[in-house]
């Protein structure tokens, strides 16, 4: 239902390197640089490398309420996001675990962003 989304971080260079390393393990990478003309900012695309559909771009963040999930395969992969995240600067929210207050199958773990944006990796059996 979503085609993409837009961060607007504080700090470019600084985001692009966090979410390059903490979105590694789920095979999310840098897949196009858009030069902004204009008014229009530049843009880092992450995706698939079918889909972009997480972009970045600069200007004045405000984290306030915003959460991001994203789907992983296996449990593995949520851990590996954790600690990836983490020696990227992220600050840790929840680490991984199973979350029964939503249902048994339900693995996850949540990080702060550089700018303050909850960024979560789910995976859901």
């Avoid at 915003?66 to 593995?76: E, Q, S, T």
Wanted: zero cysteines; a negative charge; charged letters at 20%.
């Amino acid at each position: 239902m979503i085609d993409h989304v837009i961060l607007t971080v504080s700090n470019f260079e600084r985001s692009v390197a966090f979410y390059t390393k903490a979105l590694a393990p789920i095979g999310i990478t840098i897949s196009t640089d858009f030069k902004g003309e204009g008014d229009h900012p530049d843009l880092k695309g992450l995706g698939d490398g079918k889909n972009i559909y997480f972009w970045l771009k600069e200007g004045k963040s405000d984290s306030n309420g915003v959460h991001i999930g994203f789907i992983a395969k296996d449990h593995m992969e949520i851990n590996q996001f954790y600690e990836a995240a983490l020696a990227a600067g992220g600050r840790p929210l929840h680490a991984p675990r199973v979350f029964q207050e939503y249902y048994p199958g339900y693995y996850a773990a949540w990080v702060l962003d550089p700018d303050g944006y909850e960024i979560e990796l789910v995976h859901k059996s």
